[in-house]
């Protein structure tokens, strides 16, 4: 979907919040390299990161409603009440993408809308959140919301944009999602017809092209363009697609695992963003009917 379309405004929702909650399970169940998945816990559960979808596809879906800080603040709070945790990045990207969808708005027009007052609920959110969780975006937040009446959320995002997935997405207009991840998730679920796969392969194409600003956090620009490299000679090998790709996932995957410091943590999202955009356009379906159940033995 380009910039210049809008989404259909008959988008509904109970639609809004069914592509939200399939974009998370499958998103969250997905064994991306490196990531927490229902086959690796790290800090967080793979259950209690399943516990809070209902609350996030909730807020999500009343969008339309609130300002964007307030969607992100709603679905972080409602999160905590049931798992004891929130995805903010989940929060961030899902909340103008649903609020585009449900106006029929170009996201273009949704993000220069963010006020002073989506930055300071956006604070809230971080705040509630966890201490810590990104000093670059709390530490933008706050010279926004002591630089005047006119500085916004956007203005903050621009200021975080180079180090901090979700500013980056917000000042660019999401180019990351939308130009990348989603054209990638949609040519390998035509390819491969399997969700989880389908993820993970669209998550190797975006890591390749784009360092993980996580690992560039912790480590570097350097090494994180390694990790990169290395995600490309995965692709080369034949990623998702070959047996030979299958084993280079694995063995990438125990090298990230070795070194916490490489997991590429901010790549996950906007794959699942990407999933939650092409749920709205193709309907549920295009993703949900692909996850068959385990054949009996």
């Not at 909730?58 to 409603?65: G, L, P, R």
Request: glycine content about 8%; charged content about 25%; aromatic content about 6%.
């Amino acid at each position: 979907m380009t910039e210049g379309s809008a989404h259909k405004p008959a988008i509904s929702p109970p639609e809004v919040a069914s592509a939200v909650a399939s974009a998370l399970f499958l998103g969250y169940s997905a064994p991306m390299p490196g990531v927490n998945s229902r086959y690796s816990d790290g800090m967080v559960a793979h259950e209690t990161r399943l516990l809070g979808i209902p609350a996030l596809a909730a807020s999500a879906s009343e969008a339309a409603s609130r300002r964007v800080g307030g969607t992100v603040l709603e679905a972080i709070l409602g999160s905590r009440s049931v798992a004891g945790y929130a995805d903010l990045r989940a929060a961030g990207y899902l909340a103008p993408l649903a609020c585009a969808a449900l106006l029929g708005e170009r996201l273009g027009k949704v993000l220069a809308g963010l006020s002073r007052e989506d930055a300071r609920l956006f604070t809230q959110a971080l705040e509630v959140t966890w201490p810590g969780y990104s000093q670059a975006l709390a530490g933008s937040l706050d010279v926004t919301l002591g630089s005047g009446r006119d500085a916004t959320l956007r203005d903050a995002m621009r200021f975080a944009a180079d180090r901090d997935p979700i500013a980056r997405e917000y000042a660019r207009d999401f180019e990351i999602t939308r130009d990348l991840a989603r054209p990638s998730l949609y040519c390998a679920l035509v390819r491969i017809e399997a969700t989880r796969p389908a993820l993970v392969q669209a998550y190797l194409e975006v890591l390749s092209e784009v360092p993980d600003l996580d690992v560039v956090s912790r480590v570097g620009r350097k090494e994180a363009e390694d990790v990169s490299r290395m995600a490309h000679g995965v692709i080369k090998t034949g990623g998702v697609y070959s047996r030979r790709g299958l084993q280079a996932i694995a063995n990438f995957d125990g090298l990230l695992r070795s070194d916490t410091r490489l997991k590429p943590t901010a790549t996950e999202t906007p794959i699942v963003a990407a999933a939650f955009l092409i749920s709205l356009e193709y309907g549920v379906r295009f993703l949900n009917h692909r996850v068959r159940p385990a054949p009996g033995r």
